[in-house]
């Protein structure tokens, strides 16, 4: 119900823009957040917002990310840039069934498959 597209291959400084299609349920209503998992690592939160549009990142990306979402499109944004070699790893979008979003990734309800973003020179 969610699928994430956009990642890829970028060199180090470099800029992405990752999306979160819903279907099967409008999730206009609910909290979106973005999550990341590196190999050999947990998941870790990366940003979310809310139905309203009120946002939230992690230290590590604040100032070079931005989440975004088009409830009309049922589709959130994850827009990067300047980015790091620290942040390659398989990007995971997922919906929280409520208007309030939240860090821990076992507060998500709705996840989708990820993709993969490396930053490599």
């Known amino acids: 119900q969610l699928v994430e597209s956009g990642g890829g291959l970028v060199q180090p400084g470099g800029s992405l823009r990752l999306s979160c299609a819903a279907s099967?349920?409008?999730?206009?209503?609910?909290?979106m957040g973005w999550f990341r998992q590196a190999p050999g690592k947990e998941r870790e939160f990366v940003g979310a917002?809310?139905?309203?549009?009120?946002?939230y990142y992690a230290d590590s990306v604040k100032g070079r990310f931005t989440i975004s979402r088009d409830n009309a499109k049922n589709t959130v944004y994850l827009q990067m840039s300047s980015l790091k070699p620290e942040d390659t790893a398989v990007y995971y979008c997922?919906?929280?069934?409520?208007?309030?979003?939240?860090?821990?990734?076992?507060?998500?309800?709705?996840w989708g498959q990820g993709t993969q973003v490396t930053v490599s020179s």
């Open positions: 997922a919906a929280r069934s409520s208007s309030y979003l939240h860090t821990l990734a076992n507060e998500y309800h709705y």
């Open positions: 099967g349920r409008t999730f206009s209503s609910y909290a």
């Open positions: 917002i809310t139905w309203r549009g009120i946002t």
